[in-house]
């Protein structure tokens, strides 16, 4: 079973930056589409970026232009970089790797946009 580890959270001012890495462990993690969400205290999860096996991106609108997802299967890691940082982009944000019946979340990390 794949596990999920994400780190490169932390605090940061508006309009800075921060990349998140989320490393897998166990085996077909090329297969998976991986995903990040977050969700913000009183608010419900939702998809921040997902990358396909064959590297198709889909990104929420409010992310679009300023955040990239990206894979490195040589690796095992998925990463989000975050440019143009705003206060509401505060969240914890997760990681998540999907193969049909198979979805693993990691435990997250706080990302923390101060204005």
């Known amino acids: 079973q794949v596990q999920l580890v994400e780190s490169g959270g932390g605090l940061v001012q508006s309009g800075g930056s921060l990349r998140l890495s989320c490393a897998a462990s166990?085996?077909?993690?090329?297969?998976?589409?991986m995903g990040w969400y977050r969700q913000a205290p009183g608010k419900q999860r939702e998809l921040v970026a997902a990358i396909t096996r064959g590297g198709n991106t889909n990104y929420a609108d409010s992310v679009k232009g300023r955040f990239t997802i990206s894979r490195d299967n040589a690796k095992n890691t998925v990463y989000l970089q975050m440019n143009s940082l705003k206060p509401e982009d505060t969240a914890v944000y997760s990681c998540?790797?999907?193969?049909?019946?198979?979805?693993?979340w990691g435990q997250g990390t706080q990302v923390t946009v101060s204005s």
């Open positions: 998540n790797a999907n193969l049909g019946i198979i979805n693993r």
């Open positions: 166990g085996s077909l993690f090329s297969d998976y589409t």
